[in-house]
């Protein structure tokens, strides 16, 4: 028969034991979901993107031999970008368009950042069709900007979707003039 001090001795030893059993648990839990996190992460990983392709997440480009009225196309992020330095007729023909009747109504001053050079994403905002106008003898449609020949959507020279199923202006991207010459886009 075992004293009181015994007996409690042998409850703080189960005690411990529990507690030593849960810790083997709880360790043996974490293990595996650090093994399991370890061995996953290199498969993940790859599917980042490699280094070749972040290169080109941004882009550089020395815009001063692209003449008045010449457009030029860019890769950035494997898009078509379309730069456009624009006249000065273009400019004020383009910024004296009433944008309320339009589809995607914005004003030519929302969407450049230096009047002369327009800077645009060139996929057809509809289905992803690349538009036609960058050539100087393609059809740009009935405003002079781009036409789009998958469905016929027509845009502007501020690249805004006046005409066809096209719901939205072809977008901006994300650019900034690092000097007068030097366009970053991304
Ligand atoms: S993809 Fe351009 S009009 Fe349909």
Redesign the pocket.
Known sequence: MMTKTAVEENKLDQETEGTRRDFIYVATGMMGTFGLAATAWPFIDQMNPAADVLSLASAEIDVSSIELGQRVTVTWRGQPVFIDRRRPETISEMQAVDVSQLKDSQTDEMRVKQDEWLVVVGV??????V?LGQGDGDNRGEWGGWF??????HYDQSGRIMK???PKNLVVPPYEFKSDTLLAIG
Not at 124 to 129: A, E
Not at 148 to 153: A, D, I, Q
């Open positions: 057809c905002t509809h289905l992803g069709c538009p789009c020949p998958c469905h016929g959507s066809g199923p096209a």
